[in-house]
């Protein structure tokens, strides 16, 4: 006797690193679950505008940080410039420079945004910022309002909403401070004097289509723990329309030493990618440990496309075979059969394959009476086969049947092998059990395509090599597997009656 | 659903699926070194003769495809003979002659068989046409047997056989094999052959069924197979319990077929015996595997001692 223990833990490790490695590709990385997931994608582009002095250029574009958002490509397109992008961990801006610049000149930035997979969170807020206190009557009508605010409030989230209620309403108090401050500026200042972190941010709304915008002033509050973004002019915390915030921490949007009249313009283009390649091309460029295979050319990455699916049509027959019963010629004829249906699609496959045995046990009868050797019978069925093939794809061509130029996708020997099975088996068994494995392979073969052609299965077997430890772990699990297949319920019926 | 049983009914009654015998029996007891034993039929009949078990004479072997033409030298000392692949599986590739004269060769149908048609069905056994994976093979001729009369009226063309189960020595259970004309000769019962299911302690018949479904004459001769006792039950037992001994495997198929004058022959053994036993007896075997299983020291009872257990236990 031995001991279960390190099947059942073997079983487990699979099912772990399965579920492990489909979690991290999802969540971690972003694969879509379903094949045709499209996601949003914006682009951004930044023009700015200035009259050169005749000296030298420093043209100074913060960029954006938002950690909700993860950028895909960037661009710059500025004749004769030097361009340098700076990145670190407090700020990212563009710097164009050049020499000597007369006249109008216009400089691009182009970005492509998409929203964050898994953003991680923002650092919370270190205390509240200094106040900064307003001289009187403001300070004081800014007062007012607080305690106006605080009193009609129950907590941090309630009291912003108050406090946005106020801002737009005609309160006298109000409208003497909106007439030096902007509805931001006194936002901000309420919420400070509140004990509210609150600073102003300015973004830009995503929309797409949209040309000559510019970055709207936003205020970003530390309510309940988390950082938000409150839209002064909406008076909501909830934004309809997603919005990127790009200048946080920074005194200004842009500089330009050297420049005069110096303008922004953002335009906002919204464009729709598969999911998947954005997934994968954000992996190429982290290079951390991945379990895809798009870092392969092409060729390969189609060859484990098909070689992928040969696990599900593994299970598809160890399933057939160990639960249901059903009988088949050769254990994995079934599966070649049925990689041969997707190239042949499901019904010129099946006539396909009928035709090639059919008319391939006829010849072979022929050929048993020729008294050969096995070795050479079964190359002269191979020859047979082919000589069968070549024939319905030229028959096929000159009829203008071009879906049944596809028959030339099954796998001769393979196909030779079963003829030559078939052929025995109607020589010692008869016509009858040749009907039923012969159709049993067929039925094995169909339902294996029918599982193999699936979209998402195609989808999981490629992207989310995890399924295969899963699939082993079934397999596995269903070789100790010893209850009763099903057709042997109805075999054995007789012995359950009396 | 009605077509399909319970399968706690079956469980209850101690019916053996296809999975359990592969899995907890052959897996689990059958060492696939010593498979070649029972699949190699010539290695059977060498160990067969080192054992002292009884089984049809052999007449000769053919090995390399340029002996096949000396085959009718062998021949012409026999009148009846019979043509076997040592790793043919199934009984696939047995080719009888029941007496040979001016027209030729005579199968159990009455048809001649030309000399050419022999040459050809022993070039087919050696390229390995019924062997196991299609390995090359050898031809093995055996003496043909002359069945006891006992079984007359009860077989169509074929010999009838009786096919026991052996555990760890133990013959558990026991079929007599009829070959009908849905057969086509054939001792198989999924190919239409009759099992009648025999009482180890008796040799006597049980009960019978074709296609699974019980019956009581022989759907050809119309015989009743319930007056079936097989003669010379006690030897035939013991002949069975020494097949562990000698092939080593302890689940074991053993085919039996009774001899006018030499008596139960051992005519091939089988390390994968099939569940249509349990039908034709009416019952599971997995008490009587489980009773074996949980006895004591049974490895140092003597075949004597074996055979007397089965006796007094597998008595219904």
Not at chain 1, 282 to 299: A, C, K, W
Request: aromatic share 8%.
């Amino acid at each position: 006797m031995y001991s279960r223990a390190p099947f059942i833990f073997f079983v487990l490790i699979l099912v772990l690193i399965g579920l492990g490695s489909i979690y991290y590709r999802h969540v971690e990385m972003g694969v879509p679950l379903t094949a045709g997931e499209q996601i949003e994608i914006w682009q951004i582009e930044a023009q700015l505008e200035f009259t050169g002095n005749d000296a030298a250029v420093n043209a100074k574009l913060t960029l954006p940080t938002d950690i909700n958002y993860t950028l895909l490509d960037e661009t710059t397109a500025s004749p004769a410039y030097g361009v340098h992008v700076l990145r670190d961990e407090l700020k990212a801006e563009v710097i164009w420079s050049k020499r000597r610049v007369q006249g109008k000149q216009t400089l691009y930035y182009k970005a492509s945004y998409k929203k964050a997979v898994n953003p991680g969170t923002e650092p919370a807020a270190q205390g509240s910022p200094e106040l900064e206190v307003w001289p009187e009557p403001y300070q004081g009508s800014a007062q007012i309002l607080l305690d106006d605010a605080f009193n009609k409030s129950g907590n941090q989230a309630t009291l912003v909403l108050q406090l946005l209620d106020l801002l737009n309403s005609d309160h006298q108090h109000m409208a003497m401070l909106l007439s030096k401050y902007s509805k931001s500026e006194v936002l901000v200042q309420l919420m400070t004097m509140a004990e509210m972190p609150a600073m102003l941010v300015r973004g830009l709304v995503l929309e797409g289509g949209r040309r000559n915008q510019q970055l709207i002033p936003l205020i970003k509050a530390f309510i309940n723990d988390a950082w938000q973004i409150i839209n002064v002019d909406s008076a909501t915390t909830l934004n309809d329309l997603p919005i990127l915030v790009w200048q946080q921490d920074s005194p200004s949007l842009f500089d330009v030493e050297g420049g005069r009249n110096s303008k922004i313009f953002f335009s906002i283009s919204k464009s729709s990618q598969s999911g998947l390649l954005e997934a994968n091309r954000l992996i190429n460029r982290d290079d951390v440990i991945d379990f895809g295979l798009y870092h392969l050319p092409i060729d390969q990455q189609n060859l484990f496309r098909g070689i992928l699916l040969l696990p599900i049509g593994a299970l598809v027959v160890v399933f057939l075979r160990v639960i249901i019963g059903l009988k088949c010629s050769g254990t994995f004829m079934p599966i070649l059969i049925a990689t041969s249906f997707i190239q042949t699609e499901l019904v010129n496959g099946v006539i396909g394959f009928l035709l090639i045995v059919s008319i391939g046990l006829v010849i072979r009868s022929y050929l048993s009476h020729l008294n050969l050797l096995l070795v050479s019978r079964i190359s002269a069925v191979v020859i047979v086969v082919i000589g069968i093939i070549i024939l319905f794809t030229v028959l096929a061509f000159r009829l203008g049947l071009t879906e049944a130029l596809t028959i030339s996708f099954f796998p001769m020997i393979i196909m030779a092998w079963t003829i030559e099975r078939m052929s025995i088996l109607w020589e010692e068994e008869g016509g009858k059990e040749v009907l039923i494995q012969g159709g049993g392979s067929l039925i094995v073969a169909v339902i294996a395509y029918l599982m193999m052609d699936n979209v998402l299965i195609r989808h999981w077997a490629f992207n989310f090599l995890g399924v295969h430890c899963l699939i082993m772990a079934v397999i596995l699990l269903m070789g100790q597997y010893t209850g009763y297949r099903l057709l042997e319920l109805r075999r054995f019926k007789p012995m359950a009656e009396d | 659903m009605r077509n399909l049983a319970n399968p706690f009914t079956l469980r209850e009654r101690g019916i053996m699926g296809m999975n359990q015998r592969n899995f907890s029996y052959i897996g689990r007891y059958n060492d696939r070194a010593l498979y070649p034993n029972v699949d190699d039929k010539l290695k059977t009949k060498t160990l067969a003769l080192e054992y002292g078990i009884a089984v049809p004479d052999l007449i000769g072997v053919i090995r390399y495809q340029h002996q096949v033409t000396h085959v009718f030298d062998i021949l012409a000392k026999h009148n009846g003979f019979c043509i076997k692949p040592a790793k043919g599986s199934g009984g696939k590739g047995i080719l009888v002659i029941l007496h040979s004269d001016a027209n030729g060769y005579q199968k159990p149908s009455g048809d001649y068989v030309p000399k050419d048609e022999i040459i050809r069905h022993i070039s087919n056994i050696l390229a390995g046409l019924f062997s196991l994976g299609g390995t090359a093979d050898v031809a093995v001729i055996e003496a043909l047997i002359e069945f006891d009369p006992i079984f007359d009226g009860l077989s169509h063309e074929g010999v009838p056989d009786i096919r026991l189960i052996v555990f760890q020595g133990y013959p558990m259970m026991a079929m007599l094999r009829l070959s009908t004309h849905a057969s086509d000769g054939k001792a198989n019962l999924h190919q239409g052959a009759v099992g009648v299911g025999i009482d180890i302690a008796t040799g006597k018949a049980k009960r019978a069924v074709q296609y699974d479904q019980p019956i009581t004459t022989h759907p050809d001769t119309g015989k009743k197979l319930a007056d079936i006792q097989i003669s010379d039950w006690q030897q035939l037992l013991y002949l069975s319990a020494g097949c562990f001994e000698m092939s080593g495997l302890a689940y074991l198929g053993a085919d039996i077929v009774l001899d006018k004058q030499k008596g139960p022959l051992v005519l091939e053994l089988n390390a994968r015996p099939g569940l249509a036993i349990q039908i034709a007896n009416g019952i599971g075997m997995l008490p009587r595997l489980k009773a074996i299983e949980a006895m004591d020291r049974r490895r140092t009872k003597s075949i004597a001692e074996r055979v007397d257990y089965a006796i007094k236990n597998f008595n219904n």
